[in-house]
């Protein structure tokens, strides 16, 4: 398991070099192999520093945070459906908003009530987390408008912009 989330969280690495999100250093492959080797040691690196963690709070912060994720993607599920009815997708859930709520509604509460309980390290571990995250985003941002680090080509995240997308 631990081998399947390290390759993960590379792979995650490597893909967001790809879009143009993270310098174009992380979407470095072995030329042997092809694993993203650089995506990879710096995966080994943030384990490492986890690793010194109490296990119970690396296990809570690690269920608050995907709750958080969770719960947003719900959210966005839902704003995209109501905003944006009529859009091409992939896939449609076949259900009118008041049903795509009210099957949203039980596992949101169980997320909800996951983030309630979690104590005062957990939360504090969590907000540094998210401002390291906001933090490091704000620094990508004036990396690459002052091109001090090198990225890859962006993709557009506005889908009717991005002539590539076979959805629109």
């Known amino acids: 398991m631990f081998e399947a989330q390290m390759s993960s969280g590379a792979f995650q690495l490597l893909g967001m070099a790809d879009l143009g999100l993270l310098p174009a250093v992380f979407s470095r492959r072995a030329a042997r192999t092809g694993t993203p080797w650089v995506a990879i040691a710096v995966s080994t690196i943030v384990t490492i520093v986890v690793s010194f963690l109490c296990f119970d709070d690396v296990v809570a912060t690690a269920n608050f945070l995907y709750s958080l994720g969770t719960l947003l993607e ?42 309630v309980v979690a104590g005062w390290k957990v939360f504090a571990l969590a907000g540094g987390l998210t401002m390291l995250g906001v933090g490091w985003h704000g620094v990508m941002r004036v990396c690459k408008a002052n091109k001090v680090l090198r990225f890859n080509n962006t993709v557009s995240a506005d889908p009717q912009q991005d002539p590539g997308d076979d959805y629109h």
């Not at 599920?77 to 259900?95: E, G, I, N, S």
């Open 74 to 115: 719900f959210a966005s599920f839902l704003w995209l459906r109501a905003k944006h009815p009529a859009m091409k997708r992939p896939y449609r859930v076949p259900l009118p908003l008041p049903a795509l709520v009210a099957m949203c509604a039980v596992p949101s509460a169980f997320l909800a009530y996951v983030c």
